[in-house]
């Protein structure tokens, strides 16, 4: 009963360590979450500092169109520019609303990366508690095994300890009382139908021969007694052993 305790207290302060671990674990999962809000919040700001950059981008290229307008209407028509200079005026504009999307593009690449980095170690962790609440399991199998084969063991030692103890004695008592009961019958019987005086020395010599108290004293020097006395000296030794183990 005594490692039966020890064992179940072992087991309890597993199963809190475990518990304890499991919280820890909760909360490692709600700092991760706020991180990703945070995260997420950060690059909605980028988007929104890049959307304003881009409005005010286009603010200046309509001023700037403005601006040429008024110039071409007010100042005559200069002679007509070379190709690559019409092109690189074309392709202005456009280079100047990709500028901020280059600029901002290392950050993004690292916020990716953090992101990606934060998924992994939600999976790990996820990983982690499955295997928790497996060792748990595993944990409670092998109580519920240790408590089958204690009682299994408990109940099948009693019982045949002490089936076998009931026989045995039951037969050696039944033994004693029929060799008992014989030899009185027999010296009863020898006395109450010899009459005659020659007769009579018969019966004495029957009654010593074949008295109850004769009778006891073959009895205690037989094995038989030797065999009871042994076996119920053994049962009691063994009942007040396992009562102090128990």
Do not use: E, W
């Amino acid at each position: 009963m005594l490692l039966l305790l020890l064992l179940l207290l072992l087991l309890l302060l597993l199963l809190l360590l475990l518990l304890l671990l499991l919280l820890l674990l909760l909360l490692l999962l709600l700092l991760l979450l706020l991180l990703l809000l945070l995260l997420l919040l950060l690059l909605l700001l980028l988007l929104l500092l890049i959307l304003l950059l881009l409005l005010l981008l286009l603010i200046l290229l309509l001023l700037v169109l403005l601006l040429l307008l008024v110039l071409l209407l007010l100042v005559p028509p200069p002679p007509p520019p070379p190709r690559l200079l019409l092109l690189l005026l074309l392709l202005l504009p456009l280079l100047l609303l990709l500028l901020p999307l280059l600029l901002q593009l290392p950050l993004l690449l690292l916020l990716l990366l953090l992101l990606l980095l934060l998924l992994l170690l939600l999976l790990l962790l996820l990983l982690l508690l499955l295997l928790l609440l497996l060792l748990l399991l595993l944990l409670l199998l092998l109580l519920l095994l240790l408590l089958l084969y204690y009682y299994y063991y408990y109940y099948y030692y009693y019982y045949y300890y002490y089936y076998t103890t009931i026989t045995t004695t039951t037969y050696y008592y039944y033994y004693y009382y029929y060799y008992y009961y014989y030899y009185y019958y027999y010296t009863t019987t020898t006395t109450t139908t010899i009459h005659s005086d020659k007769k009579r020395i018969h019966t004495m010599v029957a009654i010593t021969t074949y008295s109850p108290y004769r009778g006891h004293a073959c009895f205690t020097n037989s094995p038989c007694f030797y065999g009871i006395l042994t076996t119920t000296v053994h049962v009691y030794l063994r009942h007040i052993f396992l009562g102090h183990l128990s």
